[in-house]
């Protein structure tokens, strides 16, 4: 079953790529270029999934640039394509992002002052992730309609694959991590680097600047085929999801052939 998940995510970035290379060299369709940044929160083994300190403190930063194929649009006219429903409602967007972050335990348990809360407040992680990826934005108003100033916002949602670089690393304020490791996570560390592929899930909306210029807001989802983003993995009942990342970024976009 891992297989075919995996088999059907490489098929899809290639489909989308594919398809964005072919149409950007015959030059027909209109091409977009941007760049996005802001706040990340991880979701993972450190602090406790459902505690608000956990969830709003296990933070970090992400840039990106980002790419985009416009079916709605033909560069070589200056014109608009065919009037079909997807044209005018789909983008594609190629992503490369690169995000950093800080990780604590947080919760009931660390903030006791017992040997185990002392563990869990000295044990600090961090991690280090490039995704690379392609998503399907889909825009429920027109989006030729927009690019007229018919209206100054185009909300949108997105689907999309990323292929995941990470390196995780992990260290305790008290000493040596093998000697200072809480007993849920003996033999659950690891530093080493790796990859592996994230789902994205993503609600935004552009705002018309200017005609070859859009500022965007999104707010996007991932989820990652592993638990070892963070470097950490257990098998304890409480370990229930592979790690997660929420991501809100704001960017500008700028229509390289308007």
Same mark, same amino acid.
């Given at each position: ?21 072919? +149409?950007?060299? #015959?030059?027909?369709? /209109?091409?977009?270029i941007?760049?996005?940044? /802001? ?12 505690? @608000?300190?956990?969830? %709003? ?8 640039? #980002?790419?985009? #194929? ?31 972050g800080?990780?604590?335990?947080f ?6 002052? %017992? ?7 000295? @044990? #600090? ?12 934005e ?31 690393? %992990?260290?305790? %304020? ?24 994230? @789902?994205?899930? /993503? ?15 999104? +707010?996007q ?13 257990h098998?304890?009942p409480?370990?229930? +999801?592979?790690? @997660?990342?929420f ?12």
């Amino acid at each position: 079953m891992a297989y075919i998940y995996k088999s059907l995510q490489a098929l899809i970035l290639l489909v989308l790529f594919g398809n964005a290379t072919s +149409f950007a060299q #015959v030059g027909l369709l /209109g091409q977009e270029i941007g760049i996005v940044a /802001g706040p990340v929160a991880y979701y993972t083994d450190y602090g406790l999934r459902y505690n @608000m300190e956990t969830n %709003t403190s296990n933070t970090g930063m992400g840039i990106g640039i #980002v790419y985009y #194929v416009n079916f709605a649009y033909r560069a070589d006219c200056n014109c608009y394509t065919q009037d079909t429903y997807f044209n005018d409602h789909f983008r594609i967007r190629a992503e490369l992002d690169y995000h950093w972050g800080e990780l604590h335990h947080f919760g009931e348990l660390s903030r006791q002052k %017992t040997d185990a809360g002392r563990l869990l407040r000295g @044990m #600090v992680g961090s991690t280090k992730v490039t995704e690379l990826g392609a998503h399907l934005e889909y825009y429920p108003f027109s989006i030729r309609d927009y690019t007229a100033y018919a209206y100054p916002i185009a909300p949108f949602v997105s689907l999309g694959f990323n292929f995941v670089d990470y390196k995780p690393y %992990t260290y305790s %304020t008290l000493g040596p991590l093998e000697d200072n490791l809480f007993r849920t996570f003996v033999g659950g560390v690891s530093q080493e680097r790796g990859s592996t592929w994230s @789902m994205v899930l /993503g609600i935004g909306t552009r705002y018309k600047l200017a005609p070859s210029s859009d500022l965007v807001a999104n +707010f996007q989802w991932r989820y990652y085929d592993t638990d070892w983003i963070d470097g950490l993995d257990h098998n304890n009942p409480q370990d229930k +999801f592979n790690d @997660m990342m929420f991501w809100f970024n704001l960017g500008y976009i700028y229509y390289l052939n308007f």
